[in-house]
């Protein structure tokens, strides 16, 4: 069975909070879930999956400090994430706070690495969103970036 990786950052909880919810549409999607703090994530990690989402909050419009070390450690691999499905969110303290700016910084990170990153035409276009904790809405577009990246990791991996 397909296996995908949730690694995230989070200061506050809130995107402690989205990742939970990336996790139950990949488990609607019947794919195996592993939800990993990014100081419990090694690089290897990301080897032994086949799909990998990341959250992180907003730090000056970019992925927090912690999350871009893993990406930076993760360049002796560079390469053998290629094909591997992948995906970003992000929480930040406010409207306007650079929230897309940050998932678009670790999507360019993952399509380095060559990654294939599944967009939507409905709602969070590159990532679920959200301003402090997550509300309803950021709850469904994180359920749905799960189910997203599981329906394509199972579509691969056939």
Partial sequence: MP???????????NTRQ????????????????ELKEVAHTTPEDLLEVEG??????????IMAAPLKELLDKSVKYHGRLEGKVGGAFSSAGGLGGGSETTVLS????????????PGTSDGCHYGPVSVEAP????????????????????????
């Fill in 3 to 13: 296996q995908v990786l949730v690694v995230y950052y989070s200061s506050t909880g």
């Fill in 106 to 117: 670790i999507l360019q990170a993952l399509l380095v690495h060559g990654m294939i990153i």
């Fill in 18 to 33: 989205m990742a939970e919810e990336v996790v139950k549409g990949l488990k609607e999607e019947g794919v195996e879930v």
């Fill in 52 to 61: 990998i989402i990341m959250g992180s909050p907003t730090y000056y419009g």
């Fill in 135 to 158: 509300d309803e809405k950021a709850s469904h577009y994180c359920q749905e970036l799960g189910r997203r990246v599981a329906r394509l990791v199972k579509r691969l991996t056939a």
